[in-house]
């Protein structure tokens, strides 16, 4: 049982997950298999990705996209420092270097075109988008840039699957996309990811690398000998297995309907914030295209000690966030050298105002308004001169 009255996030799950799953036990096969492709496959159809192989996490997700495109040693990648830390150590994994990017605004926290131009040097390779709590970033101009200077682009989509912009969806703009089905995301198995990508090249790259770079299961297929395979290349086991995709499959089933809960939460959040804390500011309001509305992010006001309001929620049974203290100011970053005489100013005053909100698909409006009365008190109690 949760300690929250309201939690941060939860999972919709139910009778149709279990019974999935015990299908799966029943069937006596548990690594991938016949449930893991067709999960890949709805997936694809659903995003409008040619491929998608399943793996076991974003990050690995986020790691075979470096390696397929063959990243490494002196290329540099560029990131989003306001991201969690996986975006960058992917980057880190195969010896490349990632290059810390502004984000747009106060009011657009996804990667900013303009200081991607910016960061850009001749070693740069590539650039790794996120779409910040489900909200695309602006990837018209992001792929002109690319195109303009030869870049490859990998999106993280942990947070996006089912966003879209002019009608397409998060994962299929750039050359991969990485998806997240890790416990708190919209799509969820517990842990697991997917790759997508429309070009036939990577595609056969990651199925490979994905499983030890084993020829096995092609050759297999045409030749009949099981125990007779190559290894093309240094490979890994990233797999996913069945009782996830099982779980996976039904959870894709929901994931319109209840992105739909959550989008109409977020509205009714951003109406009782602005009647009952005017003060707070939301980020996003009228950004382009379709979100997930994976986050509820807030802005305190400057004056307001972060660590003294999140306490005065937590005293009330409600869980918020932070997301993200930035990357380039963790420990594990400081060797990692930022663009010459550049500061990331909104990354880091965002990184210091910043809360996120419970949201998930069965909270109620009825919480919401309790959530929104505590900010309330907690603001007044957290006043300086209070
Ligand atoms: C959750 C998350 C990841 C990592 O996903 P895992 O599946 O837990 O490895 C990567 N990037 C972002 C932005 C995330 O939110």
């Known amino acids: 049982m949760s300690v929250w009255r309201i939690p941060l996030a939860d999972i919709d799950l139910g009778e149709e997950e279990k019974a999935a799953v015990l299908a799966v036990l029943d069937r006596r096969w548990l690594t991938m298999g016949e449930e893991t492709q067709h ?49 960058a150590a992917a980057v880190r994994y195969v010896g490349a270097t990632p290059r810390f990017v502004e984000i747009t605004s106060e009011k657009d926290l996804t990667i900013s075109p303009q200081d991607i131009v910016n960061c850009i040097t001749p070693r740069t390779r590539a650039i790794i988008v996120m779409h910040y709590g ?17 870049l ?60 030890h770079g084993m020829t096995a299961l092609t050759w297999d297929r045409h030749h009949g000998h099981a125990w007779s395979y190559d290894v093309v290349a240094l490979g890994y086991n990233y797999r996913l297995d069945e009782l996830r995709s099982a779980i996976g499959r039904v959870q894709l089933r929901k994931l319109e309907a209840n992105n739909q809960r959550r989008e109409d939460l977020v509205a009714y959040y951003r109406e009782k914030i602005r009647e009952r804390v005017p003060n707070i500011e939301v980020p996003f309001e009228s950004h382009p295209g379709q979100s997930s509305y994976h986050l ?59 809360v996120t909100l419970p949201l998930y698909p069965m909270l109620t409006k009825a919480q919401v308004d309790e959530v929104v009365e505590a900010i309330f008190e907690t603001l007044i109690e957290t006043q300086p001169n209070h």
């Not at 997700?61 to 490494?72: K, Q």
């Not at 970033?137 to 195109?147: F, Q, T, W």
């Not at 999140?310 to 997301?323: D, L, P």
């Not at 100011?329 to 210091?352: C, K, M």
């Open 296 to 354: 509820m992010p807030i802005l305190l006001p400057r004056e307001t000690p972060r660590e003294h309001f999140m306490e005065g929620m937590k005293r009330r049974g409600i869980q918020t966030s932070i997301h993200y203290p930035p990357v380039h100011q963790f420990s594990a970053y400081q060797g990692i050298t930022l663009v010459q005489g550049r500061d990331l100013h909104f990354t880091e005053s965002i990184a210091n105002r910043e």
């Open 39 to 87: 999960f890949e496959q709805e997936f694809a159809d659903y995003v409008g990705a040619t491929f998608a192989y399943a793996v076991s996490n974003c990050t690995v997700a986020l790691h075979l996209a470096c390696l397929a495109l063959g990243l490494g040693p002196g290329d540099e990648v560029l990131v989003p420092s306001l991201t969690f830390v996986a975006t």
């Open 152 to 211: 490859f682009v990998i999106e993280d989509a942990a947070h996006s699957p089912g966003a879209s912009l002019e009608g397409r969806k998060a994962g299929v703009w750039g050359d991969i996309g990485c998806f997240s089905f890790f416990s708190n995301k919209n799509l969820s198995t517990g842990e697991g990811g997917m790759v997508t990508t429309h070009r036939q090249d990577i595609a056969e790259k990651i199925r490979v690398l994905r499983s």
């Open 134 to 150: 489900g909200y695309m970033c602006d990837m018209p101009s992001i792929l002109n840039i690319a195109r303009q200077h030869n």
